[in-house]
């Protein structure tokens, strides 16, 4: 029954954020003009103290090279920091592809100029907003967002930084993320990092929802 209970727990959560990933994606295929894709094949909850950071230990895409990572903080009901992650040659595909520039020599150019980084800023912030404001106002959490910063980290350096936080619950929030323009795939991923109260909280709320579905 404990199996059952928490299959269930994830699949509300998995839920949610599918919804959630449904809305960027509109607002995302307004922003470029084009038809995209947002697909999230999983969730998962992943301990950060036991995977003593290596990176391909909670990433399964290719993170050989540079990280490009757009990150928000949020507080109030909820206090953590949502995190976009792409390689740096996946995300340098994505932004060609969304202002229609050819992609033959992306991987021989990794350079971002401030348009880059202005682009890849707003995508952070539509994608990472609407899936934790979508899931907090699903659940009636008042969120207060900071405003997206971007930075570029090796693999080992981002890892060091997830984990430098002792606020956070060593547990974190993990969804794989596929964004998929004119049969293009972009595999990247959302590491959601929580207090342990608010990741409490979540979790209350998930079991009220749970509870209503079993009534």
């Excluded at 490009?68 to 995300?91: H, Q, R, W, Y």
């Excluded at 952070?124 to 907090?136: A, F, K, R």
């Excluded at 890892?159 to 002792?166: G, L, M, P, Q, V």
Aim: proline content about 1%; overall charge negative.
């Amino acid at each position: 029954m404990m199996g059952e209970d928490r299959a269930l727990k994830f699949d509300i959560l998995n839920e949610l954020f599918n919804i959630s990933v449904g809305q960027a994606a509109s607002l995302l295929s307004e922003m470029i003009n084009r038809t995209l894709v947002l697909n999230v094949p999983s969730v998962q909850i992943i301990d950060m103290q036991g995977n003593h950071a290596d990176m391909n230990a909670f990433l399964s895409m290719d993170v050989d090279g540079t990280l490009m990572v757009s990150s928000i903080c949020f507080e109030n009901k909820l206090t953590g920091k949502a995190n976009l992650i792409f390689p740096a040659e996946k995300m340098r595909r994505f932004i060609n592809l969304c202002i229609n520039e050819g992609i033959a020599d992306e991987i021989n150019d990794l350079s971002f100029s401030d348009i880059d980084f202005d682009i890849i800023r707003e995508i952070g912030n539509i994608v990472l907003n609407c899936i934790v404001g979508g899931v907090s106002n699903y659940l009636h959490i008042n969120l207060d967002y900071s405003l997206p910063e971007v930075k570029i980290f090796n693999k080992k350096d981002f890892a060091r930084d997830i984990k430098s936080n002792e606020n956070y619950s060593r547990n974190m929030i993990l969804l794989y993320i596929t964004f998929i323009i004119d049969e293009t795939e972009i595999d990247g991923a959302i590491m959601i990092n929580l207090t342990l109260t608010s990741q409490q909280e979540l979790m209350s709320k998930i079991e009220k929802i749970e509870v209503e579905l079993n009534e």
